[in-house]
């Protein structure tokens, strides 16, 4: 697989880590996939290139940035199977955790000093019968920051969830799940989020 996607720029500054978008880019972000299938399931390899530019009155400033990432659902036992993606790369936050970190950040010289990052999730889905099934969770982003960073810049997140679903028949389905997650920025404040929610889905 091969995808031509619209090139932004996200970057914070030394001051903040509150994102500016810019569409300042002459180049679009390149992606290659390529997916292996088999009776275990199936394992893809990706890989990002791209480039980030920032444009700032008289100053402007350009940098590569790149990405690999590794993903796939292996079958296990009858009716489960693990489904992973491990993801790194410099100057691809707006790709990854909901762009939790920034591309960049705009140094004081105005230049562009790119963010490095790795993350990743591993989740194991278990079938407790025809209809019931219950998926458990643990997800971890760690942001390589440059000194130019600010203090609220995040540094890390740590998540893990578990949920309940049901068919009511072979197309509603109704579910539970909870979750926890932690953040830590780099002036060392952390906190942390729990969220309890409720689904209710129609396949048509």
Known sequence: QLAVENSQTVTGT??????TESNDNSMPDLVARY????????VSLAALGRQIRNKDNAVSDSANGFGVSLSGKVRVFAADDIRFMFTHGQGIGRYVGLNSANDAVVNADGELDTID???GYVTFRHAWNEKLRSSFQLAGFEAGNPASASADATKSVRSGLVNLIYNVTPRPEVGVEALHAEREVEGGADGTLDRLQFMAKHSF
């Open 117 to 119: 990052i790795t993350a």
């Open 14 to 19: 030394s001051a903040s880590a509150a994102a």
């Open 35 to 42: 997916t292996h299938k088999g009776d275990f399931g199936h």
